[in-house]
């Protein structure tokens, strides 16, 4: 786990990258909202960063199935649309490939 900010300068090169990245985004919040993830505006935005979103979910959603609700969210719907995402752009497509446009200079 790193920060996305390192990612900035090759994101900037190569506009394309931020295609898969937006979908993500799209999806992962589209899931939190059919989850009914709640909260503050403290909170928008930060996702998993430090424990930040979940925590506040924690606090100011409903507690019926909060657990899975927050698990959901914030942990499988991630993960499962970087995986689709790795498979449509790097895998299956080849618009983004690894070696080149992900390589971080030093």
């Known amino acids: 786990i790193g920060s996305p900010k390192i990612q900035m ?3 900037l090169k190569k506009p394309l990258l931020f295609v898969p990245v937006i979908l993500a985004a799209g999806i992962t919040g589209g899931v939190a ?3 009914d993830i709640q909260g503050t505006p403290f909170s ?4 998993a960063s430090g424990l930040i979103g979940p925590l506040t979910a ?5 507690h019926a199935g909060l657990i899975w ?4 969210a914030y ?7 970087a995986w689709l995402m790795t498979v449509v752009f790097v895998k299956k497509t080849h618009l983004i490939t690894p070696a080149t446009d992900l390589k971080i200079p030093l």
């Not at 609700?69 to 959901?72: A, K, M, P, Y």
């Not at 942990?75 to 649309?81: G, K």
């Open 69 to 72: 609700r927050i698990s959901l």
């Open 44 to 47: 928008a935005g930060f996702g």
């Open 9 to 11: 300068a090759n994101l």
């Open 75 to 81: 942990v499988a719907a991630p993960v499962l649309t």
């Open 33 to 35: 909202t059919l989850a």
């Open 58 to 62: 924690w606090q100011v959603s409903g």
